[in-house]
């Protein structure tokens, strides 16, 4: 009677749990837990272990109701254990970490589950079994190096909680962009230029990375701006106002008018300034440059050329000056 009681609780916890549906974990863990507690139950009022049964006795649909019984236990011990296991993930790891570690509790538990039952529940030796294992997942191993470094690597970094789903970052030797998928072998970056860059974890894991949405989304941005030597004040006033009036940048923090360098040519002004999101620089950038164009012609200052055009205008003047003695000589000799 035990034996069949626990048959019937094995196969109705199946099949409540099946019409429970996937989009209700909670009640699924439920029934999990009721079951599996029933079971235990009649197993322990029986005087029936899980890890032997004896069966000298049993002959025939009693022997093989002995052992469904203890495989159907074995089996909802199992769920029980992973849906206990997805519960406390979900309500302490972002999903990102939960979904990795989910899998790998279910990469381990159902192995050992499924030695146990072939160990307690039919005899037979495991040891040879698990030698044998350990033979092939060598030769594996050996031939999926790459892949399974990329496994690792990604299993690091999920603890590590390096980066994380929408975040945008930055590769030292590689690309920028959002994070907009995550598996066991790689991350899919989103970049500014709207393509799909695929990045193994392995690579990931070797490189130096800028999260540049922690932590927050906000990115500095510094534009360097060369003016005609003027009094230095009013270049700080009408650059700061050109940063007030865009809409693209923000405000709080205020944006830095820095005055870098002056000679007799020019003022050379950084600006340095904060947008919402890494995807905006562009936009935000242009902005600005728009603005400062517009506000200098307003206040009557004028751009400096650049310090490179000065170096080779020189060099050209020089050149002339050069040439221009050569001729003066020719004709005085001539």
Request: glycine share 8%; charged share 15%; aromatic share 8%.
């Amino acid at each position: 009677m035990p034996l069949i009681l626990i048959n019937i609780l094995g196969i109705a916890g199946i099949v409540v749990w099946h019409f429970q549906g996937s989009n209700r974990p909670t009640g699924r863990l439920i029934v999990q837990i009721l079951f599996f507690a029933g079971m235990s139950s009649v197993l322990y009022l029986g005087g029936i272990s899980p890890q032997h049964v004896d069966d000298t006795n049993l002959q025939g649909f009693a022997a093989l109701l002995a052992k469904s019984a203890l495989v159907l236990w074995w089996t909802h011990l199992a769920w029980t254990i992973i849906g206990l296991v997805r519960i406390w993930l979900m309500l302490n790891r972002g999903p990102r970490e939960a979904h990795l570690v989910r899998d790998m509790t279910v990469g381990v538990i159902y192995p050992g589950v499924a030695l146990s039952i072939i160990g307690f529940v039919f005899g037979m030796p495991v040891g040879t079994l698990i030698a044998t294992s350990g033979i092939v997942a060598i030769v594996f191993g050996l031939a999926l190096q790459n892949t399974l470094g990329d496994v690792f690597s990604g299993i690091a970094l999920t603890l590590g909680r390096t980066y994380a789903i929408g975040d945008w970052i930055r590769m030292k030797d590689g690309p920028e962009g959002r994070v907009v998928e995550t598996n066991w072998r790689s991350a899919n970056l989103l970049t500014a230029e709207y393509n799909i860059v695929v990045v193994p974890n392995s690579v990931l894991a070797r490189q130096a990375l800028t999260n540049l949405s922690r932590p927050d989304d906000t990115r500095q941005i510094t534009l360097t701006v060369r003016v005609a030597p003027t009094q230095p004040s009013f270049v700080e006033q009408v650059m700061r106002s050109a940063l007030q009036g865009s809409t693209r940048i923000v405000q709080d923090p205020l944006p830095i008018v820095a005055l870098k360098t002056i000679d007799a040519v020019a003022i050379e002004v950084d600006l340095l300034f904060r947008i919402a999101s890494p995807a905006d620089w562009a936009a935000a950038r242009n902005e600005v440059i728009d603005l400062i164009y517009s506000q200098c012609n307003a206040d009557g200052l004028s751009l400096a050329a650049p310090a490179e055009s000065l170096v080779f205008a020189s060099a050209a003047t020089s050149g002339a000056k050069i040439v221009g003695r050569i001729d003066a000589r020719s004709s005085g000799a001539v």
